[in-house]
């Protein structure tokens, strides 16, 4: 009986050698394979974005606005400095300013001429009626007391001249030169008389200015005389005056180029110096005055 014991003792030492071969050798397997699943991670994890960058919500602060990227309220529209009409002409040199007369004193001539202005003959009849304070008045004979209508409520001539006063007004009349030099006195105004046909009078060279109060003499081929202001200038030279002229339709007030400096055949001094224009009617044909304040 012990042989056989000693002989399964050495059996189960033998088994137990075998067993404990495997277990160690599992042991060293699943010590590799575990070392090398603890490195995978690692591994994956330089692909991945940075926890940083992920967890940033997409650099909130640089793309949130904020007051501070806002206009600040000095640059919105203020009603206060939204240019007129006038404003709006003089930057694109329909009006130009220029003369003896102050920029303030430009506007308002030109502002205040535009009040007069009556495109029908109906309406100009009934503004003659007005400035001439007469029920009889008609727009064909008013060019005198309108031009003194407009320098007067543009400020620029004295509340008590009468603009009945220049009503057919001649210079030739002794009476009627003294309606002029108190009107125009030499001491503030410059007087010049041009004996040039208004169609060759070197305009580039010798131009109207706003303010300026012209007496036109018709000549002998003329069939009447005229009186107007010049209202305003343009960049180009151009002057205009708001006064009463004939149409196919009668005579109107409206405003009208008188000239232009580089083209003599344009303006209403060139269709009064025509001789197919006579019909509604011309002059200019012995020169004109030129009544003028001294800067």
């Known amino acids: 009986m012990q042989s056989n014991e000693i002989k399964y003792l050495g059996y189960g030492l033998g088994i137990g050698a075998i067993i404990a071969s495997f277990l160690l050798g599992g042991t060293l397997f699943l010590s590799k394979t ?10 994956t994890n330089t692909f991945l974005p940075s926890a940083t960058f992920t967890a940033t919500p997409q650099n909130t602060s640089t793309f949130t606005p904020t007051p501070t990227l806002l206009p600040p309220a000095t640059f919105l529209p203020s009603p206060t400095t939204t240019p007129s009409s006038t404003e709006l002409l003089i930057a694109s040199g329909e009006v130009y300013i220029v003369g003896p007369l102050t920029r303030d004193q430009q506007i308002k001539l030109y502002e205040t001429s535009l009040g007069f202005i009556s495109p029908t ?9 007005q400035v001439n304070n007469m029920p ?31 009503f057919l007004l001649n210079p030739d009349n002794v009476k009627d030169r ?6 125009f006195p030499q001491d503030q105004y410059k007087n010049t008389r041009y004996r040039i046909k208004l169609n060759k009078f070197p305009w580039a060279s010798y131009p109207l200015l706003p303010g300026d109060f012209i007496y036109i003499y018709s000549g002998t081929q003329g069939n009447f005389e005229h009186m107007l202001i010049v209202t305003r200038v343009d960049y180009q030279g151009r002057a205009y005056s708001v ?39 011309s002059t200019g044909f012995a020169g004109f005055e030129v009544w003028r304040l001294i800067q």
């Open 136 to 166: 009889a008045s008609d727009p064909s004979t008013v060019c005198g007391p309108l031009s003194m209508a407009i320098l007067q409520r543009a400020g620029i001539l004295r509340e008590d001249i009468v603009p009945f006063d220049f």
């Open 178 to 183: 003294r309606i002029l030099a108190t009107t």
């Open 121 to 129: 003959f109906e309406q100009s009849r009934q503004m003659s009626v």
């Open 243 to 281: 006064t009463n002229h004939d149409t196919e339709e009668g005579f109107i007030i409206d405003e009208v180029m008188l000239y232009d400096p580089r083209d003599p055949n344009v303006g209403i001094f060139a269709q009064w110096t025509k001789r197919e224009k006579q019909v509604l009617g």
């Open 34 to 43: 575990g070392a090398f699943n603890t490195v995978t991670p690692t591994i």
